[in-house]
């Protein structure tokens, strides 16, 4: 049993090339998920697992962004975090959701663990708005 704290766990990640917030990300993920297992691990029933995580940039979704961290922002994020936004059963009802909220202009970071020995990563962006000359 690996009796690391979650800060080594998360500067392991790092060492091996992934962002902070990103590394960040696996880690809770897999916390969840050993929570979610142990809570289980009884039941005969085997329900959809929830494994594919989508996290939203603050700074894109908070009323006082970009002022969170000179005026206190009530949830104690920083303009740059991302934010657990949403948790999904299935990986193409993450990515509809990712492109759905993209469209609106949030910044998006799907995490999937549903093969929880290599997670899969991706960002999502908002299309540049080009403005007329």
Not at 2 to 29: M, P
Not at 82 to 105: H, K, M, N, P, W
Request: net charge neutral.
């Amino acid at each position: 049993m690996d009796n690391k704290t979650w800060e080594e766990r998360v500067r392991a990640l790092e060492e091996e090339g992934l962002t902070r917030s990103d590394a960040q990300a696996v880690v809770d993920a897999e916390d969840q998920r050993k929570t979610d297992d142990t809570k289980k691990a009884g039941s005969k029933n085997r329900p959809d697992k929830l494994d594919v995580y989508v996290y939203a940039l603050h700074g894109d979704t908070c009323g006082i962004a970009p002022h969170c961290e000179s005026l206190g922002c009530a949830s104690g994020f920083k303009s740059s975090d991302y934010v657990l936004s949403a948790r999904f059963a299935y990986l193409q009802e993450a990515i509809d959701y990712c492109q759905q909220i993209t469209g609106r202009g949030v910044h998006v970071r799907m995490v999937s663990k549903i093969v929880s020995s290599a997670p899969f990563i991706r960002k999502y962006a908002p299309a540049a708005k080009v403005c007329a000359a």
